[in-house]
């Protein structure tokens, strides 16, 4: 971008206004929003997956009912980000091809297992929570699209963590064993959780600038530590420990202390290495070569009516 682009741009960041598709921008910004954003479409198609195993083994109507309609919200979610990228120059094919063939990140935590029903619980309280907690801020972000996004998606989470919520209460107000079965699922999910807000600060290389073009407005660990902080309260509620015997309110930090984070298990997960990796992209990939001849036929269907309408 020429001198001018770059002076119309700075203004623009320093006076927190909206960078919109057509303003100039730095080659850079642009590179990390395309990163950022195809990264947050990716997760929200992929975190359908986890949560789709369950519905039709629901224990209720209700339920089968209230899981269906938020995996089918988190295939929305994954549409107006890929649709937010665009905006960008990258095709929906582009991304789509990058995250069939594996090459492309989406967040850690969709590579865990979900061996039972308090699972579904653990995920709309700890993974939508968490989620609420980095995409609230991401309403203000200085890319126009991204932020707009951001705002229809925001209100449709916190419908699904209230629900997560709810079904680890009712779980904590039944029998031990699904007592038991709440606080499992509470041990397996916190820690990625955790994760998902990134590496820490002094580790995180996109996050200096990042904040500097206000794309991320908080770092990783203060987010983090917001979570942790509306975590623990709704744990007494639920009656549910979280798995961190270290885990406690610091007055002179004003933080919570909290035993070390296991970035190897991050690292790994990321690598490829995590429990469900390749489940998940043999799975997105299937579905992608699976409804090939839907996409065919909607090309053709919408070919022909161009046709009709030039003659
Ligand atoms: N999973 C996978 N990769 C992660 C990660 C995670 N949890 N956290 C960080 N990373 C990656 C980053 O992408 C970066 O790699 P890259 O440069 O190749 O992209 C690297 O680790 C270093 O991390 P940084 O802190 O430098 O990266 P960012 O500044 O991008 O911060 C982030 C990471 C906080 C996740 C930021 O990208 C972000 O806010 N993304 C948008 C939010 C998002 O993606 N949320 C997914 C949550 S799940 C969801 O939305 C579905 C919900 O509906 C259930």
Request: aromatic residues 8%.
């Amino acid at each position: 971008s020429t001198d001018d682009e770059q002076r119309a741009f700075d203004a623009l960041i320093d006076a927190d206004a909206r960078i919109e598709p057509r303003d100039g921008m730095p080659d850079d910004y642009r590179k990390t929003l395309i990163r950022q954003m195809s990264q947050h479409a990716h997760s929200e198609i992929i975190g359908m997956q986890p949560e789709g195993n369950w519905i039709t083994r629901a224990p209720s109507l209700q339920r089968k009912a209230i899981l269906m309609a938020k995996v089918q919200d988190e295939a929305g979610h994954g549409l107006y980000l890929y649709s937010a990228t665009q905006t960008l120059g990258i095709t929906r094919d582009e991304m789509t091809e990058q995250l069939i063939e594996g090459r492309a990140k989406y967040s850690s935590i969709f590579n865990y297992p979900t061996p039972t029903w308090a699972d579904m619980g653990a995920i709309g309280w700890l993974v939508d929570g968490a989620a609420i907690v980095n995409q609230v801020p991401l309403c203000r972000c200085s890319y126009g699209p991204y932020a707009r996004a951001m705002v229809r998606i925001c209100k449709e989470e916190s419908f699904h963590q209230r629900q997560g919520f709810e079904i680890l209460l009712t779980l904590m107000q039944g029998t031990d064993a699904q007592k038991q079965m709440a606080q499992d699922a509470v041990d397996r999910w916190y820690w990625p959780s955790l994760m998902m807000f990134g590496p820490p600060d002094d580790e995180s290389p996109n996050s200096a600038r990042s904040m500097a073009w206000k794309i991320k407005r908080f770092s990783n660990d203060e987010l983090r530590q917001r979570f942790v902080g509306m975590l623990v309260p709704q744990a007494e509620v639920l009656g549910v420990t979280l798995p961190d015997p270290n885990l406690r309110w610091n007055d002179d930090t004003q933080q919570y202390d909290m035993s070390p984070i296991d970035w190897d298990e991050f690292m790994a997960v990321l690598k490829g290495h995590g429990p469900m990796n390749a489940v998940r992209i043999q799975t997105r990939r299937d579905a992608h070569e699976g409804g090939a001849w839907v996409r065919e036929a909607a090309a053709e269907y919408a070919r022909k009516q161009q046709q009709k309408e030039q003659a």
